[in-house]
């Protein structure tokens, strides 16, 4: 356990719903970082905070996805009117001040959507 | 090109043999790099992070890079069967974008 949790753990969903995930990082990390990891792939970077401020966003992130981190502590990633190829692993990382600090990650919460 | 590339595997080693796994990227302005183990279902751990070129040793781990080459390793002495897993490269530059490799699947048989 590196104590960054997220939730829920598995999310099952229709196509067209939309869901939210939630990380909660080490208490003492600034740095927040989301993912997405498929079958047989690496994690993919999706967005990073620094405390509060989104600072980076993949351009392979469609306007369906949005994060958000409300007084730098937890982040919710959200995915509006999702689609079967948003079927994934989303991992939230979080890590300390400086740049080369070792990311932690969470558990992750597998989506998948029918 | 991908920015970060690894042999997908399986690296197949026996006990106690040392696996060896490679990574090269792309970006010559890199300045941190890692090694995630991760098992199947869970989320990747950190084993290794070196950011100066040559050998960084940590029991039976050690990571290596050559930024002239853009290549870094990840050498895994006296294997063991609870090693098999898969392992990311993952390089960071810039300071805050971390890109990590598809991964190499290592079995270690006993």
């Known amino acids: 356990d590196t104590g960054v949790s997220q939730d829920p753990r598995h999310k099952i969903t229709k196509r067209g719903q939309n869901v939210t995930f939630r990380c909660d990082p080490i208490s003492e990390h600034n740095r927040l970082y989301w993912y997405r990891q498929t079958l047989g792939q690496g994690p993919e970077f999706l967005t990073y905070f620094q405390n509060e401020a989104q600072l980076e966003k993949s351009r392979l992130l469609s306007d369906r996805f949005s994060a958000e981190r409300p007084k730098g502590s937890f982040s919710t990633l959200e995915i509006q009117r999702t689609e079967q190829g948003d079927s994934a692993m989303y991992l939230c990382?979080?890590?300390?001040?400086?740049?080369?600090?070792?990311?932690?990650f969470g558990p992750g919460t597998r989506l998948t959507v029918l | 090109q991908k920015e970060v590339e690894q042999n997908s595997g399986p690296l197949s080693v026996p006990e106690g043999a040392i696996a060896s796994l490679n990574c090269t990227y792309s970006?010559?302005?890199?300045?941190?790099f890692f090694w995630y183990r991760q098992y199947s279902g869970k989320s990747p751990e950190l084993i290794m992070f070196?950011?100066?070129?040559g050998d960084k040793e940590d029991g039976r781990f050690t990571a290596q890079l050559n930024k002239a080459s853009q290549y870094v390793s990840l050498l895994i002495r006296d294997s063991q069967p609870s090693d098999s897993a898969t392992y990311l490269c993952?390089?960071?530059?810039?300071?805050?974008?971390?890109?990590f490799g598809a991964g190499t699947r290592l079995f270690v048989k006993a």
């Open positions: 070196i950011y100066s070129n």
């Open positions: 970006d010559r302005g890199s300045q941190s």
């Open positions: 993952a390089v960071t530059a810039g300071g805050f974008k971390t890109i």
């Open positions: 990382a979080t890590s300390g001040e400086a740049s080369t600090d070792t990311q932690y």
